[in-house]
């Protein structure tokens, strides 16, 4: 029998679960049943749609056997099995378990990382915080080989061809010696209650209790074996809402999210007509670990009739909804229905179309806390969603929450427009990296100056793309306030006069600069800062920002026009200036200290400390 080594990652989180999440080690029951149910799953499919498995008198089931003398516990099903590629790709390497995820994303709390195990599919390692060693014996459907996969968890594995009647799986864990509290009867029976009452197989606990029969000198007391349903087995998206409460909504949601925390909503639909179908979905109070990973894993499972078709189906919601978990269960949809013709069907997408509008009203619905809790987690994919969803994109837009130049926290659109102008109609906004910078950009000054709102968009990877394609919300157009004037109190008549009053300044700046700026001109939208550079909005090259980002290309650099302001002293004084070289060095200071008050990087570094020095020298 050939030893094999568990990859690097394996490795780790053998030692982890080992040595150190022992905050929650019952979960180990939930997960071995969790993948119980899945794999009995994927046989009552292939039996019900491939004539070469039929089995009239089967039927799905899990038993757990506890044996005290043998200080052991095995759960065993009759679902789909396991061959010796399986075994070895899906326990003794990452393959499809999302380990390497999973390691990256521990953050050291024992109580948080063990939540994290169901989340990415790596639920069997977990019975390693109990067992001294672990055998899996399993025999896949149509195969007449079975085997057997053997570790202590400390870094080796082996599988060797067994016997085995039947296809599906046991998994024989025996215990640590102080473990033996999960070979108690009611300990386990709780457990199994608590994670998974609504697994719609049933599970059957074996065990032996101590039995007395006669009395006196004839009392006898014996071990007999006893066989026990512990479980409902009954699909809870079948039944009506009506006998449901809150607690059992939730005791589901920790079933299908492997995890211990409530959710911040759910939403249960049965929908009659010309398509029949029930949905149950949740909303998680946390982020899926992997949600901004390009191999997510779909939280939504889809059922025929009650059938189990696909839980790694990303076309069952739109991809900005990838954080919602629950159950889809249509009755129109056949069976053998393939992934190419889920992709187009019309049923499928009835259905989707119908689940994207009963979730972001769900969304909607949420208040105070569970809110502001939605919004930290998920704003960013609510845009992602306002980008790619034409028909939902003013429900979105009512969703979604930015920060404001004169309100705390996050606000909406509606919040935005209740204290704007209602003649102009105009929501004005500055997109870059930093928060910081930008509320202290000197673009800003005019619209404070006038207690104008201004929505601070500081997500550079998304607010730049997303926001030029809104256009407008309820009437009202979202403007750019580096491509537009700022609001003050001059006419036009008196901008041109001050542009004529300052044009051999402006020009003979230019001059000095040259082509680092296309033009210079004197500014109304500034009443502190002395410049600001903005972005040639005319240039061809600025209408395909959002594209060059969206394809993940470097964006061409577009021009910057650098703006003065007329009524700052240096610029007073600098206009008769004749110290050719301090007029140079000052004209450059304006550039880039207008450049590094919009975060924007300074070409020449050394260049402008040097001015800096020269010109404090000089002030000296």
Request: aromatic letters at 8%; one cysteine or more.
């Amino acid at each position: 029998m050939a030893k094999h080594q568990f990859q690097t990652e394996i490795g780790q989180l053998l030692k982890l679960m080992t040595h150190s999440l022992y905050s929650n080690k019952e979960i180990f029951i939930r997960e071995l049943i969790s993948n119980s149910s899945d794999a009995i799953d994927k046989f009552n499919y292939i039996r019900l749609t491939d004539e070469k498995f039929k089995e009239n008198d089967w039927k799905g089931g899990i038993t757990i056997k506890l044996d005290a003398a043998d200080n052991s516990i095995a759960f065993n099903d009759n679902g789909i099995g396991m061959n010796e590629a399986d075994l070895m790709d899906n326990l003794g390497t990452i393959a499809k378990s999302g380990t390497k995820s999973f390691v990256e994303s521990l953050t050291g709390d024992a109580k948080k990382d063990s939540n994290l195990i169901g989340q990415f599919g790596v639920g069997f390692y977990s019975v390693f915080m109990v067992a001294e060693r672990v055998d899996v014996i399993s025999k896949k459907a149509g195969e007449d080989q079975a085997y057997m996969f053997t570790t202590d968890g400390t870094g080796e594995y082996e599988v060797k061809p067994v016997v085995k009647d039947s296809h599906g799986t046991v998994i024989y864990i025996k215990l640590k010696d102080d473990e033996k509290e999960f070979l108690g009867k009611w300990h386990v029976e709780g457990i199994v209650k608590k994670y998974s009452n609504h697994i719609p197989y049933p599970i059957v606990l074996n065990y032996e209790e101590d039995e007395t029969t006669g009395e006196g000198d004839d009392k006898v007391t014996k071990k007999v074996k006893k066989s026990e349903q512990v479980n409902e087995a009954t699909a809870l998206w079948t039944l009506s809402k009506t006998e449901l409460k809150s607690e059992d909504y939730n005791e589901f949601y920790k079933t299908i999210s492997h995890g211990d925390d409530e959710p911040l909503a759910y939403l249960h639909n049965k929908v009659e007509g010309a398509n029949e179908y029930t949905t149950l979905f949740y909303i998680p109070k946390v982020a899926p670990m992997d949600m901004y990973r390009a191999d997510y894993q779909p939280g939504v499972k889809l059922y025929v009739k009650r059938v189990f078709i696909t839980d790694d189906e990303k076309e069952l919601l739109p991809p900005y909804l990838r954080f919602v978990k629950g159950i889809i269960d249509s009755e129109d949809l056949p069976l053998n229905v393939s992934r190419e013709i889920l992709q187009e069907n019309r049923v499928l997408a009835n259905i989707k179309q119908g689940a994207v509008k009963r979730i972001l009203t769900a969304i909607k619905k949420l208040k105070g806390e569970d809110a502001e809790t939605f919004t930290a987690q998920y704003n960013r994919v609510i845009k992602e969603g306002i980008y790619i969803d034409h028909t939902n994109k003013d429900t979105l837009l009512e969703i979604v929450r930015y920060k404001s130049s004169s309100e705390d926290g996050l606000i909406s659109l509606d919040d935005y427009i209740s204290r704007g102008d209602s003649e102009k109609k105009e929501i004005y906004f500055i997109t870059g990296e930093e928060e910081r910078v930008l509320r202290n950009s000197p673009l800003l000054e005019a619209y404070k100056s006038a207690s104008v709102e201004v929505l601070i968009m500081d997500d550079k990877e998304v607010d730049p793309i997303v926001t030029p394609m809104i256009g407008a919300y309820k009437e009202w157009t979202l403007k750019d306030i580096t491509t537009i004037d700022a609001p003050d109190s001059k006419t036009a008549e008196e901008k041109e006069e001050i542009s004529k009053e300052f044009k051999s300044l402006t020009d003979k700046i230019k001059e000095v600069l040259g082509d680092e700026i296309k033009e210079v001109k004197t500014s109304t939208r500034l009443t502190t800062s002395a410049s600001c550079v903005l972005k040639d909005s005319s240039d061809p090259m600025a209408g395909m920002a959002a594209m060059f980002a969206q394809m993940g290309q470097e964006m061409p650099e577009i021009p910057l026009i650098l703006e003065i302001n007329p009524d700052h002293d240096m610029i007073k004084k600098l206009d008769g200036l004749s110290d050719e070289g301090l007029f140079a060095d000052i004209s450059w200071i304006l550039l880039d200290s207008a450049k590094l008050s919009e975060g924007l990087e300074l070409k020449d570094k050394t260049a402008f400390t040097t001015r800096v020095t020269n010109l404090a020298t000089k002030a000296l």
